[in-house]
């Protein structure tokens, strides 16, 4: 089956530096959609990005992700961190085919705190 | 724009009882899903549902029921509830062309 692979469980950094959060896929599909999904405290999850298309960038918010199906990775970065970034990302994959809804699967979650 | 509402928000009950959560859409989406939560697992997917009446199971679906009467609503059942499950249930459906998610703010249980 599909999954999704997050490296970093916990991810502490300063404000104003960069962050960059990693994301593999496997999946038996050429096509599918990638997503990353952000959680802050006491909040449901929601859309930060998404992608369908190889090798172009997408940016919402400050931050952005490519997707390379050659070594299929959609890694979330952001050139500044601020406090309020700090929150739960999970990257996310769709098996989504023929305009139908597929379900996603989600990556374990990438705790991020930014500390002043 | 739409809104997922679950209830209960907190529930609470006794090792070996059944407990039902509902998840109520607005969307008009046609898919709709329950995701369980735990800390440092991540979302595992229990039941999702493509359309009326329709039920697939997850990866989690063991020890769960589910159940979509009607194209806006979805409800969880816990068939047997152990203390090793309290987590929070976030219930989402989804757009039809990409599969991109919208959640409910979550339920939490707890058992005593």
């Known amino acids: 089956g599909d999954s999704v692979t997050q490296t970093e469980g916990l991810v502490t950094l300063t404000e104003g530096l960069p962050v960059m959060l990693n994301c593999t896929y496997q999946t038996i599909y050429s096509n599918p959609f990638l997503f990353w999904y952000v959680q802050h405290l006491n909040e449901s999850p929601r859309l930060l990005l998404k992608s369908f298309t190889d090798n172009k960038r997408t940016e919402h918010q400050g931050f952005h992700a490519t997707l390379h199906k050659s070594s299929s990775s959609f890694h979330l970065q952001k050139s500044s961190a601020q406090l309020s970034d700090s929150a739960l990302y999970y990257c996310?994959?769709?098996?989504?085919?023929?305009?139908?809804?597929?379900?996603?699967?989600f990556g374990e979650g990438t705790q991020v705190t930014v500390i002043s | 724009g739409g809104i997922i509402t679950q209830t209960p928000k907190f529930l609470i009950g006794q090792e070996g009882q059944k407990l039902t959560l509902k998840c109520q859409q607005n969307?008009?989406?046609?898919?709709m899903y329950w995701y369980r939560q735990d800390s440092g697992k991540g979302l595992r997917l229990i039941y999702y549902s493509i359309t009326e009446n329709d039920l697939q199971k997850g990866d989690l679906s063991e020890g769960y029921d589910a159940s979509r009467e009607k194209k806006s609503s979805f409800s969880l059942t816990v068939t047997s509830a152990q203390k090793n499950e309290m987590a929070v249930f976030l219930c989402?459906?989804?757009?039809?062309?990409?599969?991109?998610?919208?959640f409910g703010e979550g339920s939490k249980l707890t058992v005593l």
């Open positions: 969307f008009n989406h046609d898919t």
């Open positions: 996310a994959l769709s098996d989504n085919t023929g305009g139908l809804s597929g379900k996603l699967t």
């Open positions: 989402a459906s989804s757009e039809g062309n990409t599969g991109q998610l919208y």
